[in-house]
C-alpha cells in the first residue's frame, strides 16, 4: 500500500510487508556514507554498483542517453527490463553524453570528491573521456578507482570486446563444462553469466578492501579485474601445474591433441578431456533420474559413500563402485520424495532438482529472509532476491528498485552548483544530458 501522502511507501506480497527505501531515505548498513560514481553497462560492474548500494553506500549510475544497453535485453516496458533492473536496485541515476566535453566536466565533478569510481570500459575508452585513473587521481588522491575490462589491460585480446560467453570459450570453462548443442558445438553455461556475475563480486569485494586500506593510509588507489582473470581463478584446480598430480591431466591433454591432429569432433574431444579428469561425473555426486523428477546426490565423505550402500541396495559392483545402469534402474522405480526422505535419514547430502522460479515461495528462501518486495517507479510492484549476507550491526534493512534512466539527472547537477536555468538549457541544447 502508498501512505498517499509522499512519505514511506510499502508493498504487501507473498513475502509479508517489506518497506522499499524511496529517494531521498536516510542510507543505513556498512556503507552508509560512501559515494559511488558508477560508470557502467551490462552485467558485472553493474552488479557489483547494486552490491555496494545495498551495503549502504550512494551509488550514481552514468549512464548514455540512450541508457545502460541492458534496459534493452527483452525488454518489458520502455527502457525497463527484468534484466536491468535486477542489476541496478538502489542506485541514483544521472545521464551524460561523455563524448561531450561539458558531460566529461561534469563528471570530472562527479568524483572529485567521490570515494570510489568502478568503470567497465574498454581500456583505451576512459582516456579519450577523461575519466581515466590518471585524470581523476590527479583531481582526487582519497579515490578508489575499480576498473574492470573483459580481457586485463596487456596483452593481445587487450582491446578487443568480449562478453561473457567469449570469456568462457577463450578460458576452458566452456570446454570444461562439456556440454554440446545439437549440432555438436560446444555450449555456454547459460543458466547465469558465470564470468560476469563472480567478477562483480570481486569487484566489490575489491572496493571494500580498497577503502580499507585508504583508512589506513589516506590514500586510494587503482584496482584492476577482468572477466578474463576471474574465469581462470573458478578454475584454479584445473589451470595448474604440479609434476606429482598431472600424469592423468596429461594423457588427457595428449588425446586431446592428438584428436585436433586427426580432425575429431567437438564431442570426441570433450570424451578425451575426461580422460584427464577420472573423478568427474562420479556415481556419488551427480543427479539421478527419479520416478517423477530428477535428484542431486553429493555423496564426499566416506561415511557418506557408507551410507549410500545402505540405501541404495543391489547397485555396487565386485570394485566397491556404483554401476551407473543398475543405479539408473534403482532411482526410477521411486519418487524424488521418497529418495529424499532416505537421504535425509541417513545423512547424505542431497536436493530435488528444483527450477529456478519455483523458490518464490520456497520454504527455506522465506524462512531465511532472502526476497524482498519493491515498488518500480514506472513498472510496479516485484519481488526480487536480497544480498546473500547480513549484518548484526549494521543491517541490510532499506532497499529500492532500479531508477529510471536519467531519474536524477537534474538533482545532481544541482548538488553541482547548477541552476535552474542552466539545467534547462542543457536540456534544450540537448547532447549533453539528453
Given at each position: 500500500m502508498d501512505s498517499g501522502d509522499g512519505g514511506m511507501r510499502f508493498v504487501l506480497?507473498?513475502?509479508?510487508?517489506?518497506?522499499?527505501?524511496?529517494?531521498?531515505?536516510?542510507?543505513?548498513?556498512?556503507?552508509?556514507?560512501?559515494?559511488?560514481?558508477?560508470?557502467?553497462?551490462?552485467?558485472?560492474?553493474?552488479?557489483?554498483?547494486?552490491?555496494?548500494?545495498?551495503?549502504?553506500?550512494?551509488?550514481?549510475?552514468v549512464e548514455p542517453p540512450v541508457g545502460d544497453s541492458w534496459r534493452l535485453q527483452q525488454s518489458f516496458a520502455p527502457g525497463e527490463s527484468r534484466s536491468f533492473q535486477a542489476l541496478n536496485r538502489g542506485k541514483r541515476d544521472l545521464v551524460l553524453s561523455l563524448d561531450k566535453p561539458e558531460a566529461q566536466e561534469i563528471?570530472?565533478?562527479?568524483?572529485?570528491?567521490?570515494?570510489?569510481?568502478?568503470?567497465?570500459?574498454?581500456?583505451?575508452?576512459?582516456?579519450?573521456?577523461?575519466?581515466?585513473?590518471?585524470s581523476l587521481s590527479a583531481l582526487n588522491q582519497k579515490l578508489v578507482y575499480a576498473d574492470l575490462t573483459a580481457f586485463g589491460r596487456q596483452g593481445p585480446w587487450a582491446l578487443r570486446p568480449g562478453y561473457d560467453g567469449v570469456v568462457q570459450a577463450v578460458t576452458g570453462l566452456m570446454a570444461g563444462e562439456?556440454?554440446?548443442?545439437?549440432?555438436?558445438?560446444?555450449g555456454t553455461i547459460a543458466s547465469t553469466a558465470i564470468a560476469d556475475f563472480c567478477s562483480g563480486m570481486i569487484l566489490a569485494d575489491a572496493v571494500i578492501t580498497g577503502l580499507v586500506?585508504?583508512?589506513?593510509?589516506?590514500?586510494?588507489?587503482?584496482?584492476?579485474?577482468?572477466?578474463?582473470?576471474?574465469?581462470?581463478?573458478?578454475?584454479?584446480?584445473?589451470v595448474m601445474e604440479h609434476g606429482a598430480a598431472d600424469a592423468a591431466r596429461n594423457a588427457g591433454r595428449d588425446l586431446r591433441r592428438e584428436g585436433q591432429a586427426r580432425g575429431d569432433s567437438f564431442d570426441q574431444l570433450i570424451?578425451?578431456?575426461?580422460?584427464?579428469?577420472?573423478?568427474?561425473?562420479?556415481?556419488?555426486?551427480?543427479?539421478?533420474?527419479?520416478?517423477?523428477?530428477?535428484?542431486?546426490i553429493g555423496a564426499m565423505l566416506p561415511a557418506e559413500i557408507t551410507s549410500m550402500r545402505e540405501v541404495f541396495v543391489g547397485v555396487?559392483?565386485?570394485?566397491?563402485?556404483?554401476?551407473?545402469?543398475?543405479?539408473?534402474?534403482l532411482?526410477?522405480?521411486?519418487?524424488?520424495?521418497?529418495?529424499?526422505?532416505?537421504?535425509?535419514?541417513?545423512?547424505?547430502?542431497?536436493?530435488q532438482v528444483n527450477f529456478p522460479v519455483e523458490l518464490m515461495d520456497d520454504a527455506g528462501v522465506l524462512a531465511n529472509d532472502l526476497l524482498v518486495a519493491l515498488q518500480h517507479e514506472t513498472t510496479g510492484p516485484q519481488v526480487m532476491v536480497k544480498p546473500p549476507l547480513d549484518y548484526s550491526a549494521t543491517p541490510l534493512d532499506t532497499f529500492s528498485a532500479s531508477p529510471p534512466l536519467g531519474r536524477d539527472t537534474d538533482a545532481v547537477l544541482s548538488e553541482l552548483g547548477y541552476g535552474p536555468e542552466r539545467i534547462a538549457e542543457l536540456h534544450e541544447q540537448g547532447g549533453v544530458i539528453s
Open positions: 506480497c507473498s513475502v509479508g510487508l517489506v518497506e522499499a527505501r524511496q529517494q531521498g531515505d536516510v542510507m543505513s548498513g556498512p556503507l552508509a556514507g560512501i559515494s559511488v560514481v558508477e560508470f557502467s553497462q551490462v552485467i558485472a560492474a553493474p552488479f557489483a554498483g547494486q552490491f555496494l548500494a545495498e551495503l549502504g553506500a550512494d551509488v550514481l549510475k563528471a570530472r565533478q562527479l568524483t572529485r570528491d567521490a570515494d570510489v569510481v568502478i568503470i567497465n570500459y574498454r581500456p583505451d575508452v576512459p582516456a579519450k573521456m577523461g575519466i581515466d585513473y590518471a562439456g556440454k554440446l548443442r545439437e549440432d555438436g558445438a560446444p586500506h585508504r583508512e589506513r593510509t589516506g590514500t586510494g588507489q587503482l584496482i584492476e579485474c577482468s572477466l578474463f582473470a576471474t574465469a581462470l581463478n573458478l578454475q584454479g584446480e584445473v570424451q578425451a578431456r575426461r580422460t584427464g579428469q577420472p573423478g568427474a561425473d562420479a556415481p556419488e555426486y551427480r543427479c539421478w533420474l527419479t520416478a517423477d523428477g530428477a535428484i542431486a555396487w559392483g565386485e570394485d566397491g563402485r556404483i554401476d551407473t545402469q543398475k543405479m539408473r534402474r532411482m526410477s522405480t521411486r519418487s524424488t520424495t521418497e529418495w529424499l526422505d532416505k537421504c535425509v535419514q541417513e545423512g547424505i547430502p542431497a536436493a
